[in-house]
């Protein structure tokens, strides 16, 4: 049945203002929610060398305050609303995003326009968001165990210098950043023309398009950013590096490999057969190695979607005394087994079955709408997308799922990180 | 655009009115309550079948057993293996899992709609053909056993082991896990004896929220789970919470630890006492979120944590009130003064209007945003019935927020705060944190991490020693990224108490809260550096005309260490 399965369409409209500024609207009045969503076309991978942590950093500026708003203000204004927010920086965007009773739309507009046309880039805030970024990355990178890690393979798969250097970027960049240099990386990429901004959830269509234009229609344009190279160079052989954590408890390992791109006929072959290798209790790795062998306490894998080359990993922590190299075999056998045999049909059904209810589960909450929406109208410039993504990946066919993992994970182009604890204990 | 518009924040609109449906309730012939609410949104639906028992009804000879049994009751049927269970379960797309808390245990299911008999099917097998196999119980000790050891390495894990302890004394709140030997004394036997007792219809309550006619689920659960029969409930009155006459201390010594946990609780309220909603209001105010009071203090304007918050844990049988942070070891005496602050002030001065507002507004605005998925609003309605709430407290809830008034928050303040009879829980390097937060009790104990009581004595050796004299002018070397960085300190002493004044290059201030015990200095040093206020905490020990130590400030994320000598 799952091929016949059709969700109803969701509503899309899409416009843009005089500066450039693309608007998409998704009206859903089942709840008196509303989501508001901005995407700067700015991530890691905009960063040149010397200059890396910049876009995270800016993450951080977001929140000290603008013309009208003061530092730490924006929160307070949306806690006493009754609403939620954050903002995230990956490689391909920086987005800010709140949801808020659907009555306090112009406060969410107010507060997003505010900051783009207008975010103080003092020198005493850099100072402060510096030693913030720093502060964090001491909390969630060095004093974590195994919280490096993934900087650390993507540094070993990829050879252009705008995908493999890490988000949090380097202190020592930070530190020689001038307020100027900052003020630039504001004035090229938080430019109207440079973003997408997403409505989601239950809103009078005519209103929210005149609180639109009030607060965004005058903020003036700025010139494209500059062309960005994220091509790699195709991988032949095997990379291999062990990293001494001294807060890891267990040893671990982590396996990536390199990909193609997002929306690409093997991007979705390959994350399907991640699904059907590492994802839930059912799973070819967990069965084999939680249970059967009862050999790992965490088993983990996901890919790691970009416009550019992408990746895929799968990891996992050993019980004490378990062979490293034993466990990794079986995690290559199957995948050998699904470049030879490919899926099998419970298999196919349950990827369907799964994707069909996470489709149906991402349309229930306005905020992951307005993320997906954001991202297809950011990256593809097309945010009705959304509505294909389904169709999408129930084309997928079982010889598809094959060949993407013959030709991509059962070779040699992959990176092993062996993580070998070296504390105290 | 005129500027003008932008100066301020804009008004809300009208606002756009919420209505939760009330469910529809009813009960078969074997006592099993069905609440059903239909939810056409989206083709899902979400089953809870919640038992009104839980880890706290564990007989003491099997501690751990309803948990357990929880956790294995999805590990093999007679039908099914576990492997072949997880197959068909994600087959379908769907999820099934089962779990216990304290008060109730829960088998929670859902799944596209067309699956609605699929699902409901399974369930009906954990519930009459589970068979705990004990290859598949090996595994989970085996598993459980190793989670436990990770969770001795955890604070958190540690202050809430102790708090509870403390709290609730023989009331079987006081437990927050299993201990290794409750685990190696499972057996199938007792599992399977607990499911028969507790998985039984006139002790559960089915919720069904989704995409579902009601008259058709009801004869279908009437097919499937009609024969289910009832079981004999044997309910243990719990013991009383132990009365507190005093506020007392206890810590759990992590040596070397580079941060503090702290807890500050007492005995409030259970979750369905008719001063909920003033409670959780002055809650809001006080520090349940970032924009309350001790995150504003604490964090935002002291800079001595990450978080800091207050929670108000109201469960079926008892409750209590918590505050906590985790702060850097140098500012734990600190951080305790700002905390006493903030319950001082909650119970002393009435809430202003704007305050109450904001915690109102915050709490009846997320409200909705909680039920805008199927399963936030499951949850909802789960909370409701187990607790047994009143039928329309979901749809009153708002306007319950809303009528609390600042007397009402004064009022549970007092009744429910309690700064002179709280348990102080610190995890941390006993002998950093304790010369900073001994006069806040009496009544102190220490513990290692492994729960085994450590003798107080040896961590204040100083203790009884009179204070050394530290008065005089010091002239020290501060290490600053490598570089030595000379400040001044002029000490006055008197008795225990030292005060004084701090030079530095950058700027000069006053030593504040000193305090001398034997040979170690501990005091606060307020300064003013380039036009900014600058709290230093200063910890050090006196040899003769020497002292060394380090200086914290939340500006520099690392301690500096410093040495110097007394200019004679």
Same mark, same amino acid.
């Given at each position: 049945?799952?091929?016949?399965?059709?969700?109803?369409?969701?509503?899309?409209?899409?416009?843009?203002?005089?500066?450039?500024?693309?608007?998409?609207?998704?009206?859903?009045?089942?709840?008196?929610?509303?989501?508001?969503?901005?995407?700067?076309?700015?991530?890691?991978?905009?960063?040149?060398?010397?200059?890396?942590?910049?876009?995270?950093?800016?993450?951080?500026?977001?929140?000290?305050?603008?013309?009208?708003?003061?530092?730490?203000?924006?929160?307070?204004?949306?806690?006493?609303?009754?609403?939620?927010?954050?903002?995230?920086?990956?490689?391909?965007?920086?987005?800010?995003?709140?949801?808020?009773?659907?009555?306090?739309?112009?406060?969410?507009?107010?507060?997003?326009?505010?900051?783009?046309?207008?975010?103080?880039?003092?020198?005493?805030?850099?100072?402060?968001?510096?030693?913030?970024?720093?502060?964090?990355?001491?909390?969630?990178?060095?004093?974590?165990?195994?919280?490096?890690?993934?900087?650390?393979?993507?540094?070993?798969?990829?050879?252009?210098?705008?995908?493999?250097?890490?988000?949090?970027?380097?202190?020592?960049?930070?530190?020689?950043?001038?307020?100027?240099?900052?003020?630039?990386?504001?004035?090229?990429?938080?430019?109207?023309?440079?973003?997408?901004?997403?409505?989601?959830?239950?809103?009078?269509?005519?209103?929210?398009?005149?609180?639109?234009?009030?607060?965004?229609?005058?903020?003036?344009?700025?010139?494209?950013?500059?062309?960005?190279?994220?091509?790699?160079?195709?991988?032949?052989?095997?990379?291999?590096?062990?990293?001494?954590?001294?807060?890891?408890?267990?040893?671990?390992?982590?396996?990536?490999?390199?990909?193609?791109?997002?929306?690409?006929?093997?991007?979705?072959?390959?994350?399907?057969?991640?699904?059907?290798?590492?994802?839930?209790?059912?799973?070819?790795?967990?069965?084999?190695?939680?249970?059967?062998?009862?050999?790992?306490?965490?088993?983990?894998?996901?890919?790691?979607?970009?416009?550019?080359?992408?990746?895929?990993?799968?990891?996992?922590?050993?019980?004490?005394?378990?062979?490293?190299?034993?466990?990794?075999?079986?995690?290559?056998?199957?995948?050998?087994?699904?470049?030879?045999?490919?899926?099998?049909?419970?298999?196919?059904?349950?990827?369907?079955?799964?994707?069909?209810?996470?489709?149906?589960?991402?349309?229930?909450?306005?905020?992951?709408?307005?993320?997906?929406?954001?991202?297809?109208?950011?990256?593809?410039?097309?945010?009705?997308?959304?509505?294909?993504?389904?169709?999408?990946?129930?084309?997928?066919?079982?010889?598809?799922?094959?060949?993407?993992?013959?030709?991509?994970?059962?070779?040699?182009?992959?990176?092993?990180?062996?993580?070998?604890?070296?504390?105290?204990? | 655009?005129?500027?003008?518009?932008?100066?301020?924040?804009?008004?809300?609109?009208?606002?756009?009115?919420?209505?939760?449906?009330?469910?529809?309730?009813?009960?078969?012939?074997?006592?099993?309550?069905?609440?059903?609410?239909? !939810?056409?949104?989206?083709?899902?639906?979400?089953?809870?079948?919640?038992?009104?028992?839980?880890?706290?009804? !564990?007989?003491?000879?099997?501690?751990?057993?309803?948990? #357990?049994?929880?956790?294995?009751?999805?590990?093999?049927?007679?039908?099914?293996?576990?492997?072949?269970?997880?197959?068909?379960?994600?087959?379908?797309?769907?999820?099934?899992?089962?779990?216990?808390?304290?008060?109730?245990?829960?088998?929670?299911?859902?799944?596209?709609?067309?699956?609605?008999?699929?699902?409901?099917?399974?369930?009906?097998?954990?519930?009459?053909?589970?068979?705990?196999?004990?290859?598949?119980?090996?595994?989970?000790?085996?598993?459980?056993?190793?989670?436990?050891?990770?969770?001795?390495?955890?604070?958190?894990?540690?202050?809430?082991?102790?708090?509870?302890?403390?709290?609730?004394?023989?009331?079987?709140?006081?437990?927050?896990?299993?201990?290794?030997?409750?685990?190696?004394?499972?057996?199938?036997?007792?599992?399977?004896?607990?499911?028969?007792?507790?998985?039984?219809?006139?002790?559960?309550?089915?919720?069904?929220?989704?995409?579902?006619?009601?008259?058709?689920?009801? &004869?279908?659960?009437?097919?499937?789970?009609?024969?289910?029969?009832?079981?004999?409930?044997?309910?243990?009155?719990?013991?009383?919470?132990?009365?507190?006459? #005093?506020?007392?201390?206890?810590?759990?010594?992590?040596?070397?630890?580079?941060?503090?946990?702290?807890?500050?609780?007492?005995?409030?309220?259970?979750?369905?006492?008719?001063?909920?909603?003033? &409670?959780?209001?002055?809650?809001?105010?006080?520090?349940?979120?970032?924009?309350?009071?001790?995150?504003?203090?604490?964090?935002?304007?002291?800079?001595?944590?990450?978080? #800091?918050?207050?929670?108000?844990?109201?469960?079926?049988?008892?409750? !209590?009130?918590? &505050?906590?942070?985790?702060?850097?070891?140098?500012?734990?005496?600190?951080?305790?003064?700002?905390?006493?602050?903030?319950?001082?002030?909650?119970?002393?001065?009435?809430?202003?209007?704007?305050?109450?507002?904001?915690?109102?507004?915050?709490?009846?605005?997320?409200?909705?945003?909680?039920?805008?998925?199927?399963?936030?609003?499951?949850?909802?309605?789960?909370?409701?019935?187990?607790?047994?709430?009143?039928?329309?407290?979901?749809?009153?809830?708002?306007?319950?927020?809303?009528?609390?008034?600042?007397?009402?928050?004064?009022?549970?303040?007092?009744?429910?705060?309690?700064?002179?009879?709280?348990?102080?829980?610190?995890?941390?390097?006993?002998?950093?944190?304790?010369?900073?937060?001994?006069?806040?009790?009496?009544?102190?104990?220490?513990?290692?991490?492994?729960?085994?009581?450590?003798?107080?004595?040896?961590?204040?050796?100083?203790?009884?020693?009179?204070?050394?004299?530290?008065?005089?002018?010091?002239?020290?070397?501060?290490?600053?990224?490598?570089?030595?960085?000379?400040?001044?300190?002029?000490?006055?002493?008197?008795?225990? !108490?030292?005060?004084?004044?701090?030079?530095?290059?950058?700027?000069?201030?006053?030593?504040?809260?000193?305090?001398?015990?034997?040979?170690?200095?501990?005091?606060?040093?307020?300064?003013?550096?380039?036009?900014?206020?600058?709290?230093?905490?200063?910890?050090?020990?006196?040899?003769?005309?020497?002292?060394?130590?380090?200086?914290?400030?939340?500006?520099?994320?690392?301690?500096?260490?410093?040495?110097?000598?007394?200019?004679?």
């Amino acid at each position: 049945m799952s091929e016949a399965f059709k969700l109803p369409p969701l509503d899309i409209e899409e416009y843009s203002l005089g500066n450039g500024l693309r608007v998409v609207l998704n009206r859903d009045d089942a709840v008196p929610v509303v989501a508001v969503a901005v995407y700067y076309n700015v991530g890691s991978r905009n960063e040149r060398e010397g200059r890396t942590g910049f876009a995270h950093l800016f993450e951080h500026m977001m929140f000290q305050g603008s013309e009208n708003v003061k530092k730490a203000e924006h929160f307070q204004f949306i806690m006493k609303a009754g609403g939620t927010m954050n903002g995230t920086t990956s490689s391909e965007r920086t987005n800010y995003f709140e949801t808020l009773p659907a009555n306090q739309l112009p406060l969410a507009l107010w507060l997003e326009s505010d900051r783009m046309r207008s975010l103080a880039v003092t020198q005493e805030n850099l100072d402060n968001q510096r030693e913030a970024v720093k502060e964090e990355k001491r909390l969630r990178y060095d004093n974590q165990p195994y919280g490096p890690i993934f900087d650390l393979i993507n540094e070993m798969i990829y050879r252009n210098f705008a995908n493999s250097h890490s988000t949090i970027g380097s202190m020592e960049h930070l530190d020689d950043a001038t307020v100027e240099d900052v003020q630039e990386f504001f004035r090229i990429y938080y430019a109207p023309n440079n973003a997408v901004l997403v409505i989601s959830g239950s809103f009078e269509t005519a209103a929210a398009k005149d609180l639109v234009e009030t607060y965004f229609g005058d903020i003036p344009s700025q010139p494209a950013p500059p062309e960005l190279d994220v091509s790699e160079p195709k991988e032949v052989a095997q990379t291999y590096r062990e990293w001494e954590d001294k807060l890891a408890p267990f040893p671990a390992f982590l396996i990536g490999w390199k990909i193609p791109q997002r929306r690409t006929p093997d991007f979705y072959a390959l994350y399907l057969a991640g699904k059907l290798l590492y994802d839930g209790d059912s799973s070819r790795l967990y069965q084999k190695l939680v249970k059967g062998e009862e050999s790992v306490i965490q088993l983990f894998g996901f890919t790691d979607e970009r416009r550019g080359p992408s990746s895929i990993f799968v990891g996992a922590i050993p019980k004490p005394e378990k062979d490293l190299s034993r466990i990794r075999d079986i995690i290559m056998t199957e995948i050998r087994d699904v470049a030879a045999n490919g899926p099998t049909a419970d298999e196919m059904q349950k990827l369907h079955n799964q994707l069909i209810n996470d489709a149906v589960r991402m349309r229930q909450s306005s905020m992951s709408r307005a993320q997906h929406i954001a991202e297809y109208a950011l990256y593809d410039g097309d945010p009705s997308l959304i509505n294909a993504e389904l169709d999408d990946l129930l084309s997928v066919t079982p010889e598809q799922i094959r060949n993407a993992v013959q030709n991509y994970l059962n070779t040699d182009n992959r990176a092993l990180l062996d993580i070998v604890p070296a504390g105290k204990g | 655009m005129t500027q003008a518009i932008r100066k301020t924040a804009p008004g809300a609109l009208e606002p756009v009115p919420f209505h939760i449906p009330k469910p529809y309730s009813t009960r078969l012939a074997n006592g099993l309550k069905v609440v059903i609410l239909e !939810d056409r949104r989206l083709p899902l639906v979400s089953y809870r079948l919640g038992f009104l028992a839980g880890d706290v009804n !564990d007989s003491s000879d099997r501690i751990g057993v309803t948990s #357990a049994m929880a956790s294995m009751v999805t590990e093999g049927t007679v039908t099914y293996s576990s492997k072949a269970l997880a197959e068909k379960i994600e087959r379908l797309g769907a999820s099934i899992s089962a779990s216990s808390s304290e008060d109730f245990t829960i088998i929670a299911a859902s799944s596209l709609s067309i699956y609605s008999s699929d699902i409901l099917e399974l369930v009906a097998e954990l519930i009459f053909r589970p068979t705990f196999p004990e290859n598949e119980l090996d595994l989970y000790k085996r598993n459980a056993l190793e989670n436990l050891k990770f969770q001795r390495s955890q604070p958190n894990f540690l202050a809430n082991e102790q708090t509870a302890r403390i709290l609730y004394g023989e009331h079987p709140y006081s437990r927050i896990s299993p201990s290794p030997a409750d685990i190696e004394k499972l057996t199938r036997q007792a599992l399977t004896d607990r499911h028969a007792e507790l998985i039984a219809p006139n002790n559960a309550i089915l919720i069904a929220v989704g995409d579902i006619e009601r008259d058709e689920f009801l &004869a279908e659960l009437e097919d499937k789970f009609g024969a289910w029969a009832p079981a004999e409930q044997v309910v243990t009155p719990p013991a009383e919470p132990p009365t507190r006459a #005093a506020r007392t201390l206890t810590i759990v010594d992590r040596p070397g630890s580079a941060q503090a946990n702290i807890v500050l609780a007492n005995i409030a309220m259970e979750r369905n006492n008719p001063d909920y909603f003033p &409670a959780i209001v002055m809650n809001q105010v006080l520090g349940a979120g970032a924009s309350s009071r001790v995150f504003m203090n604490l964090r935002e304007d002291k800079g001595y944590t990450y978080g #800091a918050y207050t929670r108000l844990d109201a469960r079926r049988l008892a409750g !209590d009130f918590e &505050a906590t942070a985790e702060v850097r070891t140098a500012v734990t005496g600190d951080s305790l003064h700002e905390f006493f602050y903030e319950l001082d002030r909650i119970r002393n001065e009435r809430v202003s209007d704007d305050e109450l507002a904001d915690a109102q507004n915050f709490l009846t605005g997320v409200f909705p945003i909680r039920a805008e998925t199927q399963e936030g609003l499951t949850n909802l309605i789960v909370n409701q019935e187990l607790y047994g709430l009143p039928d329309d407290y979901l749809q009153t809830y708002r306007e319950n927020v809303s009528a609390v008034t600042a007397d009402d928050v004064l009022r549970v303040a007092n009744k429910y705060i309690w700064p002179e009879r709280l348990a102080i829980v610190v995890v941390g390097d006993a002998g950093e944190v304790l010369p900073q937060i001994r006069k806040y009790s009496d009544q102190i104990e220490v513990f290692d991490t492994e729960g085994n009581p450590l003798e107080l004595a040896s961590f204040e050796a100083d203790r009884g020693i009179p204070p050394e004299n530290v008065s005089g002018n010091w002239e020290l070397n501060v290490d600053f990224q490598g570089q030595a960085v000379q400040i001044t300190m002029a000490i006055e002493q008197n008795a225990a !108490d030292i005060s004084g004044t701090i030079e530095t290059i950058l700027g000069s201030g006053s030593i504040r809260e000193g305090r001398v015990q034997g040979s170690r200095v501990h005091a606060t040093a307020s300064t003013e550096i380039q036009g900014q206020a600058v709290d230093f905490v200063i910890t050090g020990a006196v040899d003769g005309d020497e002292m060394t130590g380090t200086l914290s400030t939340d500006v520099i994320p690392d301690s500096l260490a410093f040495a110097g000598k007394r200019k004679l």
